[in-house]
């Protein structure tokens, strides 16, 4: 249950993550769609704590219950944002992006401070996924100091996609035989209760380790990804520009006129000479049939 609930999350977040990176490009076409999708992810977050809390409730679950008290309100604070944004567009951009900096500044708080078991492996994952978190707290506080730029909106994407793979990698490495560290076991008492503990302290380092390892290569293949995209982009904006000023070709409008006005004097002048010769020609002929008639009368 805890790989789907991750994996789930997960997906959703590269989803709203990968909105928001092409909305900074294209936010007349994108906007409603991007606050859809975010209004559908947070009422399912929204419905799923509500459920949680009571399940917590009647089975005495005092670990699960503050937990799911404390995801509520950010699930809470992004599902206004995005139901505010769709209803009542005409409210100003500084406002609602003043609910999202509370939102991603509540969830910060919500995973520094989980620590329910000091020695746990999970703390390790939870200190990495601040980095993406901040990078969102970051860029939203960017755009609501009126930031003349689409860079905070693709800030904000570029940090939800890592926030939404680093979720689906958190639960293979927790939830799965296959993926947790070797010498180490998951310790599920109940629902959001639960802690990864190694059998001693070499192991303990060692999935640290891994975690750390595999948080680089998380940002590896982020950077592999933008550069390719970004390298796509550009090649087809390239193209276009390129189509664009090919079907474009044409002689201004002033050199037109002037070759028609060096034809036009080209052709004066050649017409004039044309006559010289003809009137040059005319004289020499009158000479000659002068001189003949001269002397048939001579004779």
Known sequence: MGIISFALTGTAFILLGSLQSLRAS???KLNKLFHITLSIFTSFITLSSIVSILNAKTSNDVVALPLHLQTLPISSLFLIHSLLSLFLP???SPLLNLITAFGFAEEFLLFYLQRKDPTGIENRYYDLLLVPIAVC????LLELGSYESNIPQLGRGIGLILQGTWFVQMGFSLFSSYFVAEGCNL???SQGNYSLRCKGHPEYHRARAIATLQFNCHLALMVVVLVGFYSFTCGKIGDLGRSST???KYT???AEMHSLESSVE???LDSEDDDQEVKDG????EKVINGVNGNSSYH
Do not use: C, K
């Open 187 to 189: 310790h599920f008492v």
């Open 282 to 285: 005319n004289a020499g002929r």
């Open 26 to 28: 294209q936010p007349n």
């Open 246 to 248: 090919e079907g474009l």
């Open 266 to 268: 080209n052709f004066t």
């Open 137 to 140: 707290v970051f860029s939203t």
């Open 252 to 254: 201004p409008l002033g």
């Open 90 to 92: 005409f409210l100003p």
